[in-house]
């Protein structure tokens, strides 16, 4: 498989559950990046890693915990979460820009659509 | 803090029409702009990357332009087609690992 990889594509869920969403980057990139998409509003920066580190963390709750592993994989581990939180939520990844060439192109997955009941 | 809006929020043109979406930005201060593309319910695909040093980047009826001092980007989509509907997103990188989003352009384009 080639690009950014999310599963699962839904996902629904109570709101005392506890599940992961998982992406996979098979693009050689060393940042990856959570974002939320909720209707009619902009997408949402929540957290982003780079070289395996925490580098952002958008002051998003506690409920949401991300994992990086490694520099391929990022995983999103959700508990206790509210009806608020459904909404689109994509991964995506590029290249650690360094100050002298600039930023590089972000590519993003398909997506996971998590409904909360 | 960086605002990125998109003009006009939707657009409904006949096949075959060239048309020119807007992005406009507050901090001219950017390391770069990209456009993407998204169908409903997808993720999004990229279409072009205007790095900060650029005014322009073409691919096939594709084309953005980028004038940073006047905190504007246009994407130009030339003899318009049906399977060009979607939603038109431009993020700024502003920042370290900061990519800034507009609420995008919705387009639809007519047989």
């Known amino acids: 498989e080639t690009g950014v990889t999310q599963t699962p594509r839904h996902l629904v869920m109570g709101m005392t559950n506890k599940k992961s969403l998982k992406c996979e980057q098979h693009l050689g990139h060393n940042a990856m990046y959570w974002y939320k998409q909720s209707a009619k509003k902009p997408l949402e920066l929540m957290f982003v890693?780079?070289?395996?580190?925490?580098?952002e963390n958008n002051s998003v709750p506690s409920r949401f915990s991300p994992e990086c592993p490694n520099s391929s994989h990022l995983f999103l581990h959700l508990h206790t979460l509210q009806p608020e939180d459904s909404a689109l939520y994509l991964c995506a990844s590029s290249q650690v820009w360094d100050t002298l060439h600039g930023a590089t192109e972000a590519f993003f997955g398909q997506g996971t659509r998590l409904t909360v009941v | 803090k960086q605002e990125v809006t998109q003009i006009p929020a939707a657009l409904s043109v006949p096949e075959g029409e060239n048309l020119v979406l807007n992005c406009s930005f507050t901090d001219s201060a950017i390391y770069n702009l990209q456009w993407f593309r998204q169908d409903p319910g997808k993720g999004l695909t990229s279409l072009l990357l205007?790095?900060?040093?650029?005014r322009e980047q073409t691919s096939g009826r594709l084309n953005a332009s980028l004038d940073k001092s006047s905190g504007r980007s246009t994407l130009y989509i030339a003899a318009s087609q049906p399977g060009d509907s979607a939603t038109y997103l431009c993020?700024?990188?502003?920042?370290?690992?900061?990519?800034?989003f507009g609420t995008g352009t919705r387009l639809k384009v007519l047989a």
């Open positions: 890693y780079s070289l395996e580190e925490r580098v």
């Open positions: 993020a700024v990188v502003s920042g370290t690992y900061k990519y800034i």
């Open positions: 205007i790095q900060s040093s650029q």
